[in-house]
């Protein structure tokens, strides 16, 4: 158990509708980071917060959003939904942003499973 | 660009043997960390072994070790003494500027008894 919780587990939905995944990060951990895992795209980065505030963004589309509250939890709002949204989307966090070269392990919660009919 | 290739999409090992699998990265920043992470079927993303580019030796975490060629800029993971719950697919990642993780494809290793 890594200590990312992430809920739900699954998700079942049609196209065009709204969908919202949340992620608690571990105890102590700022940064949290959302990424997409999909057959044709395999692993991405999506976005990340760090203490409430948005510090990156990867290849998350407009229909995407996301934010991250003042108790630290995050959430990703997914609008608009298209057969192709259809993946694993994963949250990570880690004790601070990360510099390129730091230590900081990112641990991931057990991710959601997005299904998009 | 940052950019993380591994090669192998799948491999068979043994149960009790050592496998490598490989990693090659390309970055032109000169501080960057490398992991490694499996996942089994399950889906959860484990953590397994990191690697700093400043590190003078290679790092190893019980029976995974990674094999560092800065040179080569590549980063092997070597897995000693294969089990059955090795079967998974391991990806190689590295932190690029603000901590966000770049992913390879992944390997899917497959342990037979």
Redesign the interface.
């Known amino acids: 158990d890594s200590g990312v919780t992430q809920t739900p587990k699954h998700l079942i939905t049609a196209t065009g509708q709204r969908v919202t995944l949340r992620c608690s990060p571990r105890s102590g951990d700022l940064s949290v980071y959302w990424y997409q895992q999909s057959l044709d795209q395999g692993l991405q980065f999506l976005i990340q917060y760090y203490n409430g505030e948005e510090r990156a963004k990867g290849n998350i589309l407009e229909r995407f959003s996301a934010q991250q509250f003042p108790d630290l939890h995050s959430e990703l709002n997914l609008s608009s939904l298209e057969l192709g949204d259809s993946a694993l989307y994963f949250c990570a966090s880690s004790v601070a942003p990360g510099l390129a070269g730091g230590a900081n392990e990112q641990f991931f919660g057990p991710g959601t499973r997005l299904t998009v009919l | 660009a940052q950019k993380i290739t591994q090669t192998q999409p799948g491999m068979f090992v043994q149960e009790k043997e050592a496998v490598t699998l490989d990693c090659t990265y390309d970055t032109s920043?000169p501080?960057?960390?490398l992991?490694w992470?499996k996942q089994p079927s399950s889906?959860?993303?484990?953590?397994l072994i990191?690697q700093?580019?400043?590190d003078q030796q290679n790092a190893t975490e019980g029976r995974y070790s990674l094999n560092f060629q800065k040179a080569r800029k590549s980063a092997n993971l070597v897995i000693s003494a294969s089990q059955l719950g090795d079967s998974a697919m391991y990806?190689c990642?590295m932190?690029?500027?603000?901590?966000?993780?770049?992913?390879?494809?992944?390997t899917e290793l497959s342990v037979k008894p």
Request: hydrophobic share 35%; glycine share 24%.
């Open positions: 920043d501080s960057y960390g992991f992470y889906g959860e993303m484990i953590f990191y700093g580019s400043y990806f990642a932190r690029a500027e603000g901590g966000k993780l770049i992913f390879g494809q992944g």
